[in-house]
């Protein structure tokens, strides 16, 4: 994944016709804290946080506990913070933090320590003004409330715009949780209207009908309600079906903890593993983890539009391929931009000392979210590039340019 972020930079880099050291600015991180947490059970775990970048404003981003996290990852993840922080016009920079562990193994007190130790850590670095974490894979308000409650102790600052992704009664936003899901479903809207086929009845997959897949899929008939909703995944497998299903059917019957492979209507048929990738439909959202799609099965893909809803789903040789190919990728740094924009929306609250409510907040994403891709829509057909390297040209732009605006430092 790391690959591929810089892999993309350094493309755009050169249609931009930027410098050795300007690239070199974009590709290196400002500071990587790499430390072990213990727990009382006695054992250990690699914690991270990557401060990529804060040219825009203070480093912003999520805090990810999953046992494939590593160095290499929370890079890539913070290098598209950054990237994607500045595609919408946010005045922030991009982090991101991670500790390798699987949290579904924990008791409900190892969670809490491990959130808690992870904040105490890493106080002295974070804050307002300095770096904003957040929530990302298998993290949520919970971790994130107990981070704030051990950062408040071990710093003081009570303002709660340390952290967003707070519950609602420590400071959270009204919104947020829904916020990805909801800024992908006005992604995908904004992209097939301007390609004029909003109205066509398109056919639709969610691999990874999880957090943010879940809200995507139950939010996006308002949006688009010609579209026919076929096959979602979870861990599990998937399930499909060619008279498509009501979203809000499958978000109930997974509530109830059941599997969606077995998914028990009379039309639906079972997929096994990761074989939704495959599936024969127009639109399909990758809403689960990093490089699903590679060069081991890109080939199968049939999908004409990706939503990339996951961070990096698509690596650099299947981004190549598919796009060579006609498939149009929406691409992370602006389809999964909702979370980070109500992020922006909750510090912001925090720090005026202001609770909006949900109408403000979710128009204020639409309007963030509609600029973005009209934006990077138009940059790509003026400049022939695909929609990612769209996204990461005009975000390198604002970036160099707040940089030569930004006063000398002296040695
Ligand atoms: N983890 C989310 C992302 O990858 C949100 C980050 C944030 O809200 O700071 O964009």
């Known amino acids: 994944m790391l690959q591929t972020a810089q892999e993309l930079i350094k493309t755009v880099s050169k249609q931009l016709n930027l410098s050795d050291e300007d690239t070199e600015f974009l590709l290196s991180a400002n500071a990587e804290h790499v430390f072990e947490i213990e727990l009382s059970d006695g054992t250990k775990h690699q914690a991270f946080r990557v401060q990529h970048n804060n040219t825009l404003g203070p480093y912003k981003g999520g805090i ?28 922030l920079g991009g982090g991101k933090g991670g500790i390798s562990i699987n949290p579904k193994e924990l008791s ?13 850590h890493l106080s002295p670095h974070i804050g307002p003004d300095k770096d904003v974490p957040a929530p990302d894979v298998n993290t949520n308000a919970a971790v994130i409330d107990w981070m704030v409650d051990e950062y408040e102790k071990v710093t003081g600052d009570t303002s709660k715009a340390s952290f967003t992704g707070k519950s609602l009664g420590k400071g959270g936003s009204e919104g947020r949780e829904a916020a990805t899901g909801l800024g992908g479903t006005f992604a995908l809207r904004e992209i097939l209207k301007h390609l004029g086929e909003e109205k066509k009845e398109l056919t639709v997959a969610i691999q990874g009908f999880g957090n943010v897949g879940l809200f995507f899929g139950t939010l996006l008939p308002k949006q688009l309600p010609k579209l026919l909703f076929t096959a979602a995944s979870d861990s599990s497998g998937g399930v499909s079906s060619a008279f498509g299903f009501e979203p809000k059917e499958l978000a109930t019957y997974k509530s109830t903890g059941k599997r969606l492979v077995d998914f028990p209507e009379d039309d639906s048929v079972p997929l096994p593993g990761d074989s939704i990738l495959q599936e024969e439909v127009d639109i399909l959202v990758l809403a689960a ?21 996951a961070n990096g789903p698509v690596n650099e040789k299947a981004y190549d391929y598919l796009t060579e190919r006609g498939v149009i990728i929406i691409p992370d740094v602006l389809a999964n931009a909702g979370g980070v924009v109500v992020s922006y929306l909750e510090w912001f609250q925090n720090r005026a000392q202001e609770h909006w409510a949900e109408e403000r907040v979710n128009a204020e994403l639409e309007r963030y979210m509609v600029e973005a891709i009209s934006k990077a829509y138009d940059y790509s057909v003026k400049h022939e590039v695909s929609l990612k390297e769209a996204a990461f040209a005009l975000a390198i732009k604002r970036i160099l340019e707040a940089r030569r605006e930004q006063p000398e430092t002296s040695a």
Do not use: Q
């Open 108 to 120: 409900p007190e190892l969670l809490e320590e491990l959130s808690r130790k992870y904040a105490a």
């Open 289 to 309: 983890l990093g490089d699903v799609i590679t060069e081991e099965n890109m080939k199968s893909v049939k999908a004409k539009i990706i939503l990339e809803l």
């Open 64 to 91: 990810r506990f999953h046992p494939d996290v590593n160095l290499d990852e929370v890079k890539a993840l913070a290098t598209l913070m950054t990237l994607k922080t500045a595609a919408v016009g946010l005045p």
